[in-house]
């Protein structure tokens, strides 16, 4: 099948792309999914609400981030996206280093969004770095595209970016990517529990229930400069 790469430079491009996004992390079901586009409510648009929020909110981020570039592969046989992925890539020094941003923007007060804050500022604080680097955001293929190198050439495109560059690259992978990762050169460096942090006394059993069900692991790998 001949696949074409693409930067994703408009919001209906990026609203397609996140579509496929959620579908596929809904392949097999991830928790990540109901962590950060979770469906509020039982009504007949709660699902598509929720993804136009995520979107929203994607969006937003991405807008605020020069350094986030969402790219996604077209099987041109067809026209139609059938994977992307999020790098950002950090080639200049800001400040006192990159941050990441953390806010559940539009989602309601509450439990949720106090958990969901919870864990994107744990990662946040795995993603904060002070030298120049490539991270992998997300990436995702649809199921019916996995096993044809479709991942491959996303991670290409960044890989000869961070060596031209002469850049380190950084994934926090969940299990299924790990083999991705390690054929293309990156190694462990740490396995760790995404949890956020609330005093035992304050935990209600909506809290606990979380703790149990939306608790992500990541592997976080590094691929050193080979530039
Ligand atoms: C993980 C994922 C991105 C891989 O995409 P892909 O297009 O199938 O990957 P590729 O075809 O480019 O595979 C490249 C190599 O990665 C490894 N690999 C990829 N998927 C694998 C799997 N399911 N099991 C074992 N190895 C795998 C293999 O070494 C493969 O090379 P090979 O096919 O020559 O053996 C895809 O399964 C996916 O979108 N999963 C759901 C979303 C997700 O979990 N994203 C990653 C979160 S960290």
Same mark, same amino acid.
């Given at each position: ?19 496929? *996004?959620? /579908? ?7 928790a990540?999914?109901?962590?950060? &586009? ?7 648009? /709660? ?8 979107t ?5 981020? *991405? ?10 592969? %077209? !099987? ?9 992925? &999020?790098?950002?890539?950090? !080639?200049?020094?800001?400040g ?21 804050k ?7 604080e %795995?993603? /904060? ?5 490539? /991270? ?7 199921? !019916? ?17 961070? !060596?031209?560059?002469?850049?380190? &690259?950084? %994934?926090?992978?969940? $299990? ?21 942090v609330?005093? $035992? ?6 809290? *606990? ?19």
């Amino acid at each position: 099948m001949p696949f074409e790469l693409h930067e994703v430079q408009s919001a209906p491009g990026f609203a397609e792309i996140i579509q496929d *996004h959620i /579908a596929a992390f809904n392949s097999p079901p991830n928790a990540n999914t109901s962590l950060v &586009c979770p469906i509020l409510g039982s009504g007949p648009t /709660a699902e598509e609400d929720a993804l136009k929020s995520y979107t929203t909110r994607q969006w937003y981020r *991405h807008r605020m981030d020069p350094n986030s570039h969402w790219l996604k592969i %077209v !099987d041109t046989d067809t026209g139609l996206g059938v994977a992307g992925a &999020c790098w950002i890539v950090v !080639d200049a020094v800001v400040g006192e280093g990159y941050r990441p941003m953390i806010e559940p923007f539009g989602m309601p007060e509450g439990e949720r969004r106090e958990f969901t804050k919870g864990v994107l500022g744990e990662l946040a604080e %795995v993603r /904060a770095r002070k030298e120049m680097h490539v /991270a992998l955001q997300a990436i995702f293929i649809h199921p !019916d595209y996995r096993r044809k190198g479709v991942a491959s050439l996303l991670m290409g495109w960044v890989l000869a970016k961070a !060596d031209q560059l002469k850049l380190d &690259c950084f %994934v926090e992978g969940t $299990e299924i990517g790990v083999p991705l990762y390690s054929k293309h050169g990156f190694v462990l460096v740490e396995r760790r529990k995404i949890k956020p942090v609330k005093k $035992e006394e304050d935990k209600s059993e909506e809290w *606990h229930l979380m703790e149990r069900t939306l608790v992500p692991t990541l592997n976080v790998m590094r691929r050193s400069s080979q530039g």
